[in-house]
């Protein structure tokens, strides 16, 4: 079993940046995909960026293609979200995600992660 630690989050004017992390334990982390998701409350949860166990292969979602960056440290264990030119749109719970998923290429969006963090706020204020 994976346990993913998020921390990062926070306020935020719109334009502004932050930095997500995850770190997580349990597995050997280097061999696992690593995700990012959002979710608003009363929405459906919503696929941000995935990275590849090498960090050689990175997907986003087109909403945030652009702006944000997924990249890993597998020497530390940790996942990164940089976001930068932060909407209010981009306001979400946001959740770290990890799959033993081998391929080169990150899976797409509607892939089913095994392990998730407990997730951290990020409010952009207008």
């Known amino acids: 079993q994976v346990q993913l630690i998020e921390s990062g989050g926070g306020l935020v004017q719109a334009g502004g940046s932050l930095r997500l992390s995850c770190a997580a334990s349990?597995?050997?982390?280097?061999?696992?995909?690593m995700g990012w998701f959002r979710q608003v409350p009363g929405e459906e949860r919503e696929f941000v960026a995935a990275?590849?166990?090498?960090?050689?292969?990175?997907y986003y979602a087109p909403s945030v293609r652009g702006r944000f960056t997924i990249s890993r440290d597998n020497a530390k264990d940790t996942v990164y979200l940089q976001m930068n030119s932060l909407k209010p749109e981009d306001t979400a719970v946001y959740y770290c995600?990890?799959?033993?998923?081998?391929?080169?290429?990150?899976?797409?969006?509607?892939?089913?992660?095994?392990?998730w963090g407990q997730g951290t706020q990020v409010t952009v204020s207008s």
């Open positions: 990275i590849s166990w090498s960090g050689r292969s990175a």
């Open positions: 995600a990890a799959a033993p998923y081998s391929d080169p290429q990150p899976p797409g969006p509607n892939y089913e992660y095994d392990y």
């Open positions: 349990g597995r050997t982390f280097s061999t696992y995909t």
